[in-house]
């Protein structure tokens, strides 16, 4: 069984006000107002001065799981929102690998999902250690980007884009976080992203929270377990009003997402679960034996979901 050992996040200490990022864009200010009033984003958090490997350095520097046991990585993954993360010829996933030790373990990066590679770089981990048959190896999964273009910056009328990165292990078994039930949906017609014509948006934007509580009641189906069974919600942090939109249709509390990180953070591409996860622990938000879910929607359309026991 495909289990979550450790996870470690960083955040950039530089915090920058929405109203910053939208006069750097050109934004109109009542348009940056409402983000701020109904969407519940106020700041994200940037690292000028550090380069995409560096911020994953700094999330390994972290994942004090990992020390003593790199010779039983036997894959380095990360998990990429965008196709395009730094400039040919480098390539950030490498200097990573070369940095930790990992020469040895084979890397790649997962792009497909968008912002729900991340789940499924922690899925395509557990697959690959499982056909292996080593009870004793382990995948390193990283999440999190750079936003370093206007593009990547903002998702008009939805989030801010911030940086952060996580660090996550993904073993075999064991006394560990267990995943019980993966659910994603994708829908093509929407493969233009944030390219799609007004009409497509807006077609997008319509089936969007029926999409998302599709595949949230897959997930909890395929664990087994009932979706009041799910003592919290680890979201992609886009915004605070579809979640409580949300809930509302699910007739899930809305005090059971982990929306703490929304105004703080902003969305930080894939690693938006992972760096929840870490802030549930602080605030000691997960006991043992508790079920929760990741969920996370990527552009292109991805929907996908994960349930865990703690």
């Known amino acids: 069984m495909t289990t979550i050992e450790a996870v470690s996040a960083y955040l950039p200490s530089s915090v920058v006000p929405i109203e910053e990022i939208g006069a750097q864009l050109a934004m109109d200010p009542k348009q940056v107002a409402t983000f701020r009033r109904f969407y519940g984003l106020s700041e994200v958090r940037y690292d000028p001065d550090g380069d995409l490997a560096q911020m994953?350095?700094?999330?390994?520097?972290?994942l004090t799981a990992l020390t003593g046991r790199e010779s039983q990585v036997?894959?380095?993954?990360?998990?990429?929102?965008?196709?395009?993360?730094?400039?040919?010829?480098?390539?950030?996933?490498?200097?990573?690998?070369?940095?930790?030790?990992?020469?040895?373990?084979?890397?790649?990066a997962v792009t497909q999902?968008?912002?729900?590679?991340?789940?499924?770089?922690?899925?395509?981990?557990?697959?690959?250690?499982?056909?292996?048959?080593?009870?004793?190896?382990?995948?390193l999964v990283f999440a999190g980007e750079k936003a370093f273009t206007p593009t990547a910056q903002l998702i008009p009328n939805t989030t801010f884009m911030g940086e952060g990165s996580?660090?996550?292990?993904?073993?075999?078994?064991?006394?560990?976080?267990r995943l019980l039930g993966y659910a994603t949906r994708t829908y093509g017609q929407f493969n233009a992203g944030l390219r799609m014509d007004a009409a497509r948006a807006a077609e997008f934007?319509?089936?969007?929270?029926?999409?998302?509580?599709?595949?949230?009641?897959?997930?909890?189906?395929?664990?087994?377990?009932?979706?009041?069974?799910?003592h919290l919600i680890l979201p992609h942090n886009v915004n605070r009003l579809s979640w409580v939109r949300l809930c509302k249709q699910l007739g899930y509390p809305v005090d059971r997402v982990l929306l703490d990180n929304v105004a703080s953070t902003g969305h930080c591409f894939c690693a938006d679960s992972f760096i929840n996860?870490?802030?549930?622990?602080?605030?000691?938000?997960?006991?043992?034996?508790d079920r929760y879910l990741m969920v996370a929607v990527g552009l292109g359309a991805t929907f996908s979901a994960m349930v865990f026991e703690h």
């Open 56 to 62: 994953m350095i700094n999330a390994a520097g972290k």
């Open 74 to 108: 036997r894959y380095v993954l990360q998990a990429r929102t965008l196709q395009t993360v730094a400039p040919y010829p480098e390539n950030p996933l490498h200097q990573v690998r070369t940095a930790l030790g990992l020469e040895h373990a084979v890397s790649f």
């Open 113 to 139: 999902h968008a912002c729900a590679s991340g789940l499924l770089a922690v899925h395509l981990a557990g697959e690959l250690l499982a056909a292996d048959g080593d009870p004793d190896a382990l995948a």
């Open 166 to 177: 996580a660090a996550v292990l993904v073993g075999l078994g064991g006394d560990h976080d």
């Open 205 to 230: 934007e319509a089936i969007y929270q029926d999409g998302l509580a599709e595949v949230v009641l897959a997930a909890v189906e395929q664990a087994g377990v009932a979706l009041s069974d799910v």
């Open 277 to 289: 996860y870490q802030t549930a622990l602080e605030l000691e938000r997960l006991a043992p034996g």
